[in-house]
T-cell receptor, first 112, second 118 residues
Framework: GENVEQHPSTLSVQEGDSAVIKCTYSDSASNYFPWYKQELGKRPQLIIDIRSNVGEKKDQRIAVTLNKTAKHFSLHITETQPEDSAVYFC???????????FGSGTRLQVQP | SAVISQKPSRDICQRGTSLTIQCQVDSQVTMMFWYRQQPGQSLTLIATANQGSEATYESGFVIDKFPISRPNLTFSTLTVSNMSPEDSSIYLCSDLARDRGRLQETQYFGPGTRLLVL
Protein backbone atom coordinates (compact mmCIF):
# COMPACT_ATOMS: atom_id res chain seq x y z
CA GLY A 1 0.00 0.00 0.00
CA GLU A 2 0.85 3.69 -0.02
CA ASN A 3 3.49 4.96 2.41
CA VAL A 4 3.95 8.67 3.09
CA GLU A 5 6.97 10.11 4.88
CA GLN A 6 7.04 13.68 6.18
CA HIS A 7 9.88 15.95 7.36
CA PRO A 8 10.68 17.72 9.56
CA SER A 9 8.71 16.57 12.59
CA THR A 10 9.05 20.01 14.21
CA LEU A 11 9.78 23.39 12.67
CA SER A 12 10.27 26.70 14.44
CA VAL A 13 10.42 29.94 12.47
CA GLN A 14 10.27 33.64 13.20
CA GLU A 15 7.18 35.54 12.25
CA GLY A 16 7.48 36.73 8.65
CA ASP A 17 9.86 33.96 7.61
CA SER A 18 8.96 31.14 5.24
CA ALA A 19 8.31 27.54 6.24
CA VAL A 20 8.72 24.46 4.05
CA ILE A 21 7.47 20.96 4.84
CA LYS A 22 8.36 18.03 2.62
CA CYS A 23 6.73 14.67 1.96
CA THR A 24 7.57 11.64 -0.13
CA TYR A 25 5.21 8.90 -1.25
CA SER A 26 5.74 5.36 -2.43
CA ASP A 27 2.90 4.61 -4.87
CA SER A 28 3.80 6.08 -8.25
CA ALA A 29 0.14 5.83 -9.29
CA SER A 30 -1.05 8.14 -6.49
CA ASN A 31 -2.83 11.10 -8.00
CA TYR A 32 -4.05 13.36 -5.22
CA PHE A 33 -2.05 15.13 -2.51
CA PRO A 34 -3.80 17.27 0.09
CA TRP A 35 -2.42 19.13 3.08
CA TYR A 36 -4.29 19.43 6.37
CA LYS A 37 -3.80 21.81 9.27
CA GLN A 38 -4.74 20.64 12.76
CA GLU A 39 -4.88 23.13 15.60
CA LEU A 40 -4.73 21.87 19.15
CA GLY A 41 -7.91 20.04 20.08
CA LYS A 42 -9.47 20.59 16.67
CA ARG A 43 -10.22 18.42 13.66
CA PRO A 44 -7.86 18.37 10.65
CA GLN A 45 -8.82 21.00 8.10
CA LEU A 46 -7.93 20.90 4.41
CA ILE A 47 -5.81 23.93 3.48
CA ILE A 48 -4.63 23.12 -0.05
CA ASP A 49 -4.41 20.17 -2.39
CA ILE A 50 -2.84 19.27 -5.71
CA ARG A 51 -3.54 16.68 -8.33
CA SER A 52 -0.90 14.72 -10.19
CA ASN A 53 -1.41 16.58 -13.45
CA VAL A 54 -0.33 19.87 -11.88
CA GLY A 55 3.17 20.84 -10.73
CA GLU A 56 2.38 23.76 -8.49
CA LYS A 57 -0.63 25.41 -6.89
CA LYS A 58 -0.82 28.60 -4.89
CA ASP A 59 -3.43 30.10 -2.58
CA GLN A 60 -2.40 33.41 -1.05
CA ARG A 61 0.46 32.66 1.37
CA ILE A 62 0.48 28.91 0.89
CA ALA A 63 1.69 26.89 -2.07
CA VAL A 64 2.22 23.25 -2.84
CA THR A 65 4.67 21.79 -5.35
CA LEU A 66 4.69 18.27 -6.74
CA ASN A 67 7.54 16.36 -8.36
CA LYS A 68 6.05 13.17 -9.76
CA THR A 69 9.35 11.80 -10.98
CA ALA A 70 10.91 12.03 -7.55
CA LYS A 71 7.60 11.22 -5.81
CA HIS A 72 7.74 14.12 -3.45
CA PHE A 73 5.61 17.15 -2.70
CA SER A 74 6.11 20.16 -0.47
CA LEU A 75 4.10 22.78 1.38
CA HIS A 76 5.41 26.34 1.37
CA ILE A 77 4.08 28.99 3.73
CA THR A 78 5.35 32.52 3.21
CA GLU A 79 5.16 35.48 5.57
CA THR A 80 4.31 33.20 8.47
CA GLN A 81 2.09 34.48 11.25
CA PRO A 82 1.57 33.19 14.82
CA GLU A 83 -1.82 31.82 13.79
CA ASP A 84 -0.04 29.50 11.36
CA SER A 85 1.24 27.58 14.41
CA ALA A 86 -0.32 24.10 14.23
CA VAL A 87 0.40 20.55 13.15
CA TYR A 88 0.44 20.06 9.39
CA PHE A 89 -0.20 16.70 7.74
CA CYS A 90 0.47 15.75 4.16
CA UNK A 91 -1.50 12.91 2.61
CA UNK A 92 -1.75 10.90 -0.57
CA UNK A 93 -4.44 8.91 -2.25
CA UNK A 94 -3.02 5.69 -3.67
CA UNK A 95 -4.08 3.26 -6.33
CA UNK A 96 -7.50 1.75 -5.88
CA UNK A 97 -8.07 3.46 -2.54
CA UNK A 98 -10.46 6.22 -1.72
CA UNK A 99 -9.14 6.91 1.80
CA UNK A 100 -6.09 9.06 2.35
CA UNK A 101 -2.80 7.86 3.78
CA PHE A 102 -1.25 10.48 6.05
CA GLY A 103 2.30 11.53 6.81
CA SER A 104 3.53 11.66 10.38
CA GLY A 105 2.90 15.38 10.80
CA THR A 106 4.97 18.53 11.31
CA ARG A 107 4.53 20.75 14.33
CA LEU A 108 5.07 24.32 13.14
CA GLN A 109 5.78 26.99 15.73
CA VAL A 110 5.83 30.61 14.56
CA GLN A 111 7.62 32.81 17.06
CA PRO A 112 6.25 36.37 17.27
CA SER B 1 -19.00 20.24 2.12
CA ALA B 2 -20.94 17.85 4.30
CA VAL B 3 -21.10 18.77 7.98
CA ILE B 4 -19.96 15.89 10.17
CA SER B 5 -20.95 15.49 13.79
CA GLN B 6 -19.84 12.89 16.29
CA LYS B 7 -20.96 11.87 19.72
CA PRO B 8 -19.86 11.57 22.36
CA SER B 9 -17.19 14.24 22.07
CA ARG B 10 -15.25 12.63 24.90
CA ASP B 11 -15.59 9.83 27.40
CA ILE B 12 -13.72 8.16 30.22
CA CYS B 13 -14.25 4.42 30.34
CA GLN B 14 -13.19 1.49 32.46
CA ARG B 15 -11.10 -1.26 30.95
CA GLY B 16 -13.08 -4.22 29.68
CA THR B 17 -16.09 -2.14 28.70
CA SER B 18 -17.18 -1.05 25.21
CA LEU B 19 -18.05 2.35 23.77
CA THR B 20 -20.04 3.11 20.64
CA ILE B 21 -19.27 6.32 18.77
CA GLN B 22 -21.84 7.77 16.42
CA CYS B 23 -21.15 9.76 13.28
CA GLN B 24 -23.78 11.74 11.40
CA VAL B 25 -23.30 13.50 8.09
CA ASP B 26 -25.79 16.11 6.96
CA SER B 27 -25.89 15.02 3.31
CA GLN B 28 -25.48 11.82 1.41
CA VAL B 29 -21.84 10.98 0.84
CA THR B 30 -20.14 8.28 -1.15
CA MET B 31 -17.81 6.97 1.50
CA MET B 32 -17.26 7.12 5.23
CA PHE B 33 -14.13 6.19 7.11
CA TRP B 34 -12.96 5.81 10.70
CA TYR B 35 -9.50 6.96 11.77
CA ARG B 36 -7.59 6.76 15.03
CA GLN B 37 -5.22 9.46 16.21
CA GLN B 38 -3.14 8.50 19.20
CA PRO B 39 -1.74 11.33 21.34
CA GLY B 40 0.74 13.38 19.35
CA GLN B 41 0.54 11.03 16.39
CA SER B 42 -0.79 10.99 12.86
CA LEU B 43 -4.10 9.70 11.59
CA THR B 44 -4.35 5.96 11.01
CA LEU B 45 -7.18 4.48 8.99
CA ILE B 46 -9.13 1.84 10.91
CA ALA B 47 -11.67 0.92 8.27
CA THR B 48 -13.96 2.03 5.49
CA ALA B 49 -17.61 1.91 6.53
CA ASN B 50 -19.63 0.34 3.73
CA GLN B 51 -23.32 1.05 3.48
CA GLY B 52 -25.36 -2.09 3.98
CA SER B 53 -22.39 -4.46 4.18
CA GLU B 54 -19.42 -5.31 6.35
CA ALA B 55 -16.73 -2.69 6.79
CA THR B 56 -13.34 -3.04 5.11
CA TYR B 57 -10.62 -3.12 7.76
CA GLU B 58 -7.00 -2.07 7.47
CA SER B 59 -4.12 -4.25 8.52
CA GLY B 60 -3.92 -4.42 12.29
CA PHE B 61 -7.60 -3.73 12.90
CA VAL B 62 -10.25 -6.45 13.25
CA ILE B 63 -14.01 -6.51 13.32
CA ASP B 64 -14.22 -8.14 16.75
CA LYS B 65 -12.35 -5.23 18.31
CA PHE B 66 -13.82 -2.41 16.19
CA PRO B 67 -17.27 -3.40 14.90
CA ILE B 68 -18.64 -0.80 12.49
CA SER B 69 -22.12 -0.24 11.17
CA ARG B 70 -23.39 1.97 8.37
CA PRO B 71 -27.13 1.43 8.01
CA ASN B 72 -27.56 4.31 5.53
CA LEU B 73 -25.55 6.87 3.58
CA THR B 74 -25.46 9.48 6.34
CA PHE B 75 -24.84 7.54 9.56
CA SER B 76 -22.17 5.22 10.92
CA THR B 77 -21.08 3.84 14.27
CA LEU B 78 -17.75 2.58 15.54
CA THR B 79 -17.60 0.44 18.66
CA VAL B 80 -14.39 0.07 20.61
CA SER B 81 -14.81 -3.29 22.34
CA ASN B 82 -13.23 -4.74 25.47
CA MET B 83 -11.22 -1.57 25.97
CA SER B 84 -7.75 -1.35 27.44
CA PRO B 85 -5.66 1.75 28.24
CA GLU B 86 -3.92 1.31 24.87
CA ASP B 87 -7.22 2.22 23.20
CA SER B 88 -7.00 5.73 24.65
CA SER B 89 -7.02 7.88 21.57
CA ILE B 90 -9.04 10.26 19.44
CA TYR B 91 -11.39 8.52 17.03
CA LEU B 92 -12.35 10.52 13.95
CA CYS B 93 -15.11 9.93 11.48
CA SER B 94 -14.38 11.09 7.94
CA ASP B 95 -16.31 11.34 4.73
CA LEU B 96 -15.59 11.76 1.06
CA ALA B 97 -17.62 14.49 -0.56
CA ARG B 98 -17.63 16.10 -3.98
CA ASP B 99 -17.91 19.82 -3.48
CA ARG B 100 -19.66 21.97 -6.02
CA GLY B 101 -17.22 23.25 -8.61
CA ARG B 102 -14.44 20.84 -7.70
CA LEU B 103 -13.39 17.86 -9.77
CA GLN B 104 -11.72 16.12 -6.87
CA GLU B 105 -13.52 14.54 -3.97
CA THR B 106 -12.46 16.03 -0.67
CA GLN B 107 -12.05 14.18 2.58
CA TYR B 108 -13.52 15.93 5.61
CA PHE B 109 -13.28 15.05 9.27
CA GLY B 110 -15.63 15.08 12.19
CA PRO B 111 -14.64 16.79 15.45
CA GLY B 112 -13.41 13.53 16.94
CA THR B 113 -14.21 11.53 20.06
CA ARG B 114 -11.55 11.73 22.76
CA LEU B 115 -11.45 8.44 24.64
CA LEU B 116 -9.59 7.76 27.86
CA VAL B 117 -9.53 4.21 29.19
CA LEU B 118 -8.58 3.71 32.81
Amino acid sequence: GENVEQHPSTLSVQEGDSAVIKCTYSDSASNYFPWYKQELGKRPQLIIDIRSNVGEKKDQRIAVTLNKTAKHFSLHITETQPEDSAVYFCAARGTGRRALTFGSGTRLQVQP
Amino acid sequence: SAVISQKPSRDICQRGTSLTIQCQVDSQVTMMFWYRQQPGQSLTLIATANQGSEATYESGFVIDKFPISRPNLTFSTLTVSNMSPEDSSIYLCSDLARDRGRLQETQYFGPGTRLLVL
